[in-house]
């Protein structure tokens, strides 16, 4: 018995041992036959590589979605229309700047110290010294959201802040700033409702500058909520209303949120590689409506009001471009330089009397090399003021002059400096000026 087991159990090593070696075998076989294969493919022809590439798919990074590459593949707002692109941009900037006036003092905390307002220009006091004054509370940030459908509609939406909002914090420590709104606004293809720049503005004719603004005594500068039609060089609105008023015999200007019709723009441009070109025309409704008080009587009274601009930017060749803009009629200094004076002076007998008024700015800008340029500019505004209804303080005219230099060690940074000297007179013949020298940094992304 012990042998008839003994010869069972060598017969099943046997055959365990002869399938592992067919396994063996087997193995050998399959990756000959691999290597076999890799050869012939490094032996196959360049001329096959084009047509393997040609039928397979596109990588998700080379697609584009309505002319804009795709850099995901889930949007980052889940909850958008498909073919929606997401955008985010903005910059740090930091103001440096030393202000002397002639004729008075800035007040501490005054706007004017941030940026240069003509209508805070000091008159007729005693000279002082200079101010410092530094801050970044100019820095800012956007959201944009772009949706182009099957059918070609275009549809999006773009948000801008900043932090020139009030001060949550003083200068001996924190230096905190409200987040600020610039723009807020919805497009359909060629209709735009919310908060932009006025469509009596020309944007692309802005100069360069080191100051908030640049041009500020001659530039419309205005940002609204409004609704908006567009069709190529043709647009049309109709914005927000808000009256500005000298009270009778003179005195800081007061406003007037009354009425109930719109302010309305329309402009044409044209643009080519020779610049670009526009004319604008504004049409408001002036108007106040004021109960009675104990010390006042009732005010009421309406009166039509407008203006017509011209504007553009011309090339002068690879390194020069001249910038400009002359805005002529009644009643629009709510839109230049920040509200220099009122858009009317109330009579005695309580109707509103308009402003008549031109401003204008002229700006030569040219590129010393492919990192450094410099822009000078010149700007003023003057007013017809009726001094019975004004009193001798309006504003009569105000001027500035400027030049500054720009320096990019590389794309999106800019260094630069700035000189700039305005001027301030009212309708007594009395006038005060305003030095500053201004330095900024900015990085854009």
Partial sequence: MAGIAGHGIANANEQREAALEQRVNELERQLHELMADVKAQRAAPPAMAPAVAASAPLPKATATVGGKPMIQETTITPGANPNTTFRVGGFVKADFMATRTGDGQLADGATGRALYVPSQIPVGGKSTGTDYDADAKFSRFNLGIDTVTDGGDKLGAFFEMDFFGNAL???VSTNTYGVTLRHAYAYWNGWLAGQTWSNFMDV?????AVDFIGPTDGVIFVRQSQLRYTDGGFSVSIENPETTIIPNGGGATVQSDRGAIPDVTARYGWKGAWGSFGVGALVRDLRIDRLATSTTGALKDDTIAGAVTVGGKWNMG?????RYQLTLGSGFSRYI??????DSGLDSDGSLDTLDGAA???????????KLRTNVMYARSQY??????????????VQSLRANIFYSPYPKLDI????MYGQREIESGANGDLMRLQFTTKYSF
């Fill in 204 to 208: 692309a004719a802005l100069p360069e």
């Fill in 416 to 419: 630069g400096a700035e000189l």
């Fill in 318 to 322: 690879s390194s020069d471009d001249l």
């Fill in 169 to 171: 914090g003083t200068q």
């Fill in 337 to 342: 330089g920040l509200g220099i004076t009122g």
């Fill in 384 to 397: 017809d003021n009726n001094v019975v209804a004004t009193g001798p303080s309006a504003t009569k005219s």
């Fill in 360 to 370: 204008g700015y002229v700006a030569w800008r040219h590129m010393l090399t492919s």
